[in-house]
């Protein structure tokens, strides 16, 4: 069997679609009830209480008691513990699933094989994905996640044929959402969502509080709200008043407080007056939606309610001023209407194993997504949107972005952001993948990026290099993002990269006069760029190639190495080119890979060598290429990665270009970036 769940923060239901009645129905619990509280109890002898038997538990005060704990879905700080054992939030659904099925089984006889479950709609890719797995957990196919306002107008729409656009206003008891549905020939498109997640019933209820502990001050000269205890008790007893005056004209309201006694009596009229600009922000949300949509009123045909604060008569009056017209419906069952939709998607909507479904739901993204980027002038950091809030789903975009030049790095951090507003401190980091397997020599790489949303609000990142697919990892969120705030490259490294180099030295008979200063020089290179991720390799060449040390970490080894360099050992000419022998040394290795030739000569054999150059560029490896003497600065332009990478210098100048090359490592130069932190250098 099928069913639809609304997995809700304070109450969950189930229901079923019979296709040969066309009717939906709420399969009760085992206590006949519709509604089974989102609750549940650990008790100390191991028992576990679930539903209604926990929520008696809360009311009597024994046990551990969890509760509304959908709002820590996704969230990994969120977790209760309960003698000696944690449970996530995704656990604690999991369990609760798992009665509701077994429930609905016990009620029905029969097996439930697959579900849809609701979330908000502004449930985020975390939040989608642990309500899969939580449903997954209790071994049955989660056939979709639907959004709730989606799932409610589904049901209002699956009785009401006709082809209408309905404005479904859903104001819960912690948040406010409104969604413009089509429906059409049994199709339903999400046209547009938008809510405050800060607005809800509570705050209907924060001002009836308000309201007597201020009028109990002015009599009594204390404010009840001093005492932790009686406060709560009176936040819960305000949610019973406001429940009084959806029905009644006024509610008689009694606080006992310090030792006095206060009697008070709040008219709707009053409490209407004051709960005004409640309404007015959700007023806001809708024009605002409205606006983004560019949908006037005259295009709405009816507008749902949704939720129980839907319930306080002020609702319906003020969004029949709002609309201008009598087209406001009370969705009779706004406690069932989710679930009853969620069974509806489970027959109709959801392929079946021919891969058909009778109807279509276009549904929409609550929120934007995009990637941490690099303004244009390099300045800040910025959200760049690649999938629009009120996009259709399934999406997905791919755009172009590219590494700075000069950064020679192998691998691309993507952050996922979730918001609308260009400061990326503004949005909630989603995720952070890694990307690498790509070719870069410094020279701004592009990288296509891909965004994919599927149908449950699932988001995937994908990247290519010229059509190809690249390695993506998921990696942790670090806790601290505060630097992306700040001015790019500010960020201090989290991970250390490796770099590897190799030195490669001309040993022609030219360089006798030079080759003491040039070894020098050579050392104090390597004491200056060495360090833990660091690889230094030597070669020697003339008109033979010798490896002298293969790379290491070990920077002693490289500068004892040095003393077994001998001009002409490897020949009088310089018939060799070393960039071969080189790139073969990095090849496979991570990090950033670089070759530094030093000679001072004109070489035999040229074109090979500009063949080996421009395999070293296919495979990300850099060259720089330093002369003096008689070397040749046309060809060391020509072998070297980018035009600075190409120096001529002197003998007595040679220490300083080394220096300079040291620091062009550090500062992203000559294409000699190494790969840092800052590998999120993504710009469009
Ligand atoms: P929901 O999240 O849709 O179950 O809505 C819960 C909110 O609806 C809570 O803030 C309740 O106080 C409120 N609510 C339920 N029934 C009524 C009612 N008859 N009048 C006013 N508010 C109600």
Redesign the pocket.
């Known amino acids: 069997m099928k069913v639809g769940i609304d997995l809700?923060?304070?109450?969950s239901t189930v229901a079923k679609y019979d296709k040969q009645t066309s009717k939906t129905e709420v399969i009760p619990n085992i206590f006949g009830k519709e509604l089974t509280p989102s609750v549940i109890c650990f008790l100390e002898n191991g028992e576990i209480m679930i539903g209604e038997d926990a929520k008696d538990m809360q009311a009597g005060g024994a046990g551990i008691i969890a509760a509304s704990f959908k709002r820590g879905m996704g969230d990994t700080g969120f977790n209760v513990e309960a003698y000696g054992k944690t449970y996530s939030a995704e656990q604690l659904s999991g369990m609760l699933l798992k009665q509701l099925i077994t429930d609905a089984e016990n009620q029905t006889g029969e097996k439930i094989d697959s579900a849809v479950i609701t979330v908000p709609a502004y449930f985020n890719d975390f939040q989608r994905t642990a309500t899969i797995r939580a449903g997954e957990s209790c071994g049955i196919k989660v056939l979709k996640i639907v959004n709730e306002p989606t799932a409610a107008a589904i049901s209002y729409g699956y009785n009401h044929s006709t082809d209408k656009t309905v404005m479904v206003y859903d104001l819960?008891?912690g948040t406010f959402d409104v969604t413009i549905v089509k429906i059409s020939g049994g199709n339903i498109t999400v046209v547009g969502t938008d809510g405050n997640h800060l607005l809800?019933?509570?705050d209907?209820?924060a001002v009836i509080t308000k309201y007597v502990c201020e009028k109990f001050e002015e009599e009594f000269g204390v404010d009840p709200r001093e005492d932790e205890s009686t406060k709560n008790e009176l936040i819960v007893a305000a949610?019973n008043y406001?429940?009084v005056l959806?029905?009644a004209d006024n509610v008689a309201i009694q606080v006992k407080y310090a030792g006095n006694s206060g009697k008070y009596t709040l008219t709707r009229e009053e409490f209407d007056v004051k709960t005004q600009q409640l309404l007015n922000a959700t007023r806001d949300v809708i024009i605002n939606l409205m606006d983004e949509l560019q949908i006037a009123w005259s295009d709405i045909d009816e507008v749902l309610l949704v939720?129980?604060?839907t319930?306080?008569p002020q609702v319906s009056e003020f969004l029949k001023k709002l609309t201008g017209r009598n087209n406001v419906i009370d969705h009779a069952d706004?406690?069932l209407a989710v679930a009853k939709g969620a069974a509806i998607v489970s027959e109709l909507y959801c392929s079946d194993k021919h891969g058909l479904s009778e109807h279509k739901i276009v549904d929409v993204t609550a929120h934007s997504l995009g990637a941490l980027s690099t303004s244009v002038d390099g300045k800040r950091y910025i959200n760049e949107i690649m999938i629009k809030k009120n996009s259709n789903v399934p999406v997905s975009v791919r755009k172009p972005f590219k590494i700075a030049e000069g950064n020679m790095t192998d691998k691309i951090e993507v952050y996922t952001l979730q918001g609308e507003g260009k400061n990326p401190l503004d949005c909630y980091v989603l995720a952070k993948v890694v990307i690498s397997g790509f070719c870069n020599i410094g020279d701004g790489a592009i990288i296509d990026i891909e965004y994919t949303y599927d149908e449950n609000g699932v988001v995937q990142v994908n990247a290519y290099q010229d059509g190809e697919m690249l390695d993506v990892e998921a990696d942790p969120v670090p806790e601290d993002i505060s630097w992306m705030g700040e001015a790019p490259g500010a960020r201090p490294s989290d991970v250390p990269i490796a770099r590897n180099i190799v030195i490669c030295v001309d040993l022609s008979r030219s360089m006798k006069v030079s080759i003491e200063e040039v070894k020098d020089s050579i050392r104090d290179f390597v004491s200056s760029v060495s360090n833990d991720t660091t690889k230094i390799g030597l070669v020697g060449f003339g008109d033979k190639i010798k490896i002298i040390r293969d790379l290491t970490e070990d920077s002693n080894m490289i500068v004892t190495a040095l003393d077994e360099l001998k001009v002409n050992m490897l020949g009088r000419g310089t018939d060799a080119s070393p960039l071969g022998t080189a790139l073969s040394m990095l090849n496979g290795k991570p990090g950033a890979k670089m070759i530094l030739v030093l000679t001072d000569g004109i070489w035999g054999k040229r074109d090979n060598a500009v063949g080996e150059a421009q395999m070293c560029r296919s495979a990300g490896t850099a060259i720089v290429a330093v002369g003096f003497a008689e070397a040749d600065t046309a060809f060391l332009r020509q072998i070297a990665t980018v035009e600075e990478g190409a120096m001529f210098t002197t003998l007595d100048r040679l220490g300083e270009t080394f220096s300079t090359i040291a620091m062009a490592m550090n500062t992203g130069s000559m294409g000699l970036r190494e790969s840092t932190g800052e590998k999120a250098r993504l710009k469009r």
Not at 8 to 11: E, F, I, M
Request: proline letters at 0%.
């Open positions: 809700g923060t304070t109450y819960g008891g809800g019933g509570k209907w209820d949610e406001k429940k959806s029905k939720g129980g604060s319930r306080m706004t406690d």
